[in-house]
């Protein structure tokens, strides 16, 4: 860590102890602010710590050492450095309000909360607190708790962009897509740039199926900070491909970007880029290598990671639908395109042994840090009680959750290979030998559906756009059946009607 720069020999006081000089304290916080602003955080840091040297319970440089924190993502430190400041002044509108953004990205929300309504019992006009308690209230489920704080911080500036956004969110969870979307559509207004609300627009228009609206608006995802280095943000001397120009005799490298699933889901475009007359270089994840390499169009397949050989032009997988221009009835069909190892379906019909009961193959869980787990992912035992004794249950995942796992091992009923599950390619072998693949929304339900599995899909209240509103079907998967909850958290109702479609099979 950096020393600050020209910082003022300290003098003793009579006890012995430093004791800073006059003006010094004001002008170590000024230099360390200017520090701050211009974004050279561990210099800024220095001059914060400085300060606590001298004066150990000074406010300000506890406070802004909290929201240093939480700017360079160090949210526990920032918690604990705010703490501190408000034991000092508990009544700083501002420290409250941090302290709630820093519980919030610890999946604090409770204490946010908390956090939020004493920043506005402090200062009632405070519109970013209003804002923010609104986005915290959505995630606790209160929605119309929520649109009324968002509305009140709207009440107070109106013309808070990042309020709108926020607001259109929440009417997004409440099904209220037209004013979700006029609320996205005010906060561009007022802030042609702001990524998020750019963004999250075109996902409604996804959603209604207003396809020409939402590939367009879709390229703004590379703006989002937490998915363009999930996707991991490329950058290449070589142009982006949409669709113009000729790729006759051109060499294009396709690439992943975000979840399994959504690569699974559009390499059926692949198959249309080699009939265009260009070599195919496809890169993805580690674990969709061996599933991929026979895929229909592709020259070379490579490893998410390893060097890349020469190519003329590029582009993610994602922005295919908006370089062909794809609406609701020129979803390209999969055709079969990805197929199993016959080896590894032979290697797990003798792990399975003899079937005598219909084989559902089960997810109920998917990667916690998905932005949207908390709404998409059951709990085994919300499950259980749902799943019928005729049939036999091979749980797919190879990940099982701590919460999860004592449980599973009491049920030897259910099998579970785990580790022997090396890549997706036994994973497809499995869903070839099922005669239902049951999941929520996660990369198995793309394989299966892929693969032309009856693939039934369970579904938050509120799904993720590709899976549109208001049908059972889709038109991106025919084996697929969509099961949707009625109203938002309610696994119940939807588990109720999977038990009876369960307890109908009847093939062996």
């Known amino acids: ?33 200017a520090l701050h602003q211009q974004g050279r955080f561990k210099e800024a840091q220095a001059f914060y710590e400085h300060i ?47 302290l709630g953004n820093a519980l919030k990205e610890l999946g604090r929300f409770d204490e946010a909360l908390v956090s939020y309504e004493k920043a506005i019992s402090i200062n009632p006009d405070y519109a970013e607190a209003y804002s923010n308690r609104g986005n915290i209230l959505k995630e606790l489920k209160r929605l119309d708790e929520a649109l009324i704080s968002h509305d009140k911080a709207i009440c107070l500036q ?18 209220r897509l037209e004013e979700a979307l006029a609320s996205y559509a005010r906060a561009i207004t007022l802030k042609p740039d702001y990524a998020e609300p750019n963004w999250n627009l075109s996902l409604g228009h996804l959603l209604l199926g207003n396809f020409e609206d939402g590939w367009r608006g879709y390229e703004w995802r590379w703006k989002i900070e937490n998915i363009s280095q999930t996707a991991g943000i490329r950058s290449f001397p070589q142009p982006l491909w949409l669709g113009v120009p000729s790729l006759q005799g051109k060499t294009i490298l396709l690439y992943a970007e975000q979840g399994l699933g959504d690569t699974i889901q559009f390499c059926r475009y692949i198959p249309y880029i080699a009939q265009l007359g ?64 016959i080896n590894k379906v032979t290697k797990w019909q003798t792990q399975l042994g003899e079937k005598t009961k219909p084989r559902v193959g089960i997810v109920w869980s998917g990667s916690a840090i998905h932005k949207n787990d908390h ?16 049939i036999e249950f091979i749980c797919l995942q190879k990940e099982i959750r701590e919460t999860d ?23 497809a072998a499995l869903c070839e030998l099922m005669d239902v693949v049951m999941s929520i929304d996660t990369g198995v339900a793309h394989l299966a559906g892929t693969l032309g599995k009856p693939t039934w899909v369970l579904l938050p209240f509120m799904p993720d756009w590709r899976w549109l509103l208001g049908r059972e079907d889709s038109p ?9 909850q009625e109203k938002g958290g309610d696994w119940e109702g939807v588990l109720r009607k999977v038990h009876t479609d369960l307890s109908s099979l009847n093939f062996a």
Request: proline share 8%.
């Open 1 to 33: 860590m950096p020393r600050p720069p020209n910082i003022p020999k300290r003098r003793m006081s009579i006890s012995g102890k430093v004791a800073p000089q006059p003006n010094q304290v004001a002008t170590l916080l000024q230099q360390g602010l």
């Open 52 to 98: 606590l040297d001298l004066q150990s319970n000074h406010f300000d440089a506890m406070q802004l050492l909290g929201t240093l924190s939480a700017q360079t993502k160090q949210f526990i430190k920032a918690v604990e450095f705010l703490v501190k400041a408000l034991q000092i002044n508990p009544n700083h509108a501002e420290a409250n309000n941090n």
């Open 158 to 175: 109106n013309n808070y962009a990042e309020a709108y956004s926020n607001r259109g969110n929440v009417l997004l969870q409440l099904e």
């Open 278 to 341: 260009a070599k195919v270089i496809l890169e993805v994840h580690p674990p969709l290598v061996r599933l991929l390499q026979n895929l229909e169009g592709v020259s070379q397949i490579i490893a998410k990671g390893a060097a890349l050989p020469q190519f003329d032009y590029q582009c993610p997988l994602m922005s295919l639908p908006l370089a062909f221009k794809t609406a609701l009835e020129t979803i390209p069909p999969i055709a079969l395109r990805i197929t199993s190892d």
């Open 375 to 390: 709404n998409r992912s059951l709990t085994l035992s919300q499950l259980l009680p749902y799943l019928p004794s005729k």
């Open 405 to 427: 796992k004592a449980l599973l091992a009491q049920h030897g009923d259910i099998k579970h290979f785990g580790e022997a599950l090396e890549d997706f390619t036994d994973t």
């Open 476 to 484: 991106w998967y025919p084996s697929v059946k969509l099961y949707r």
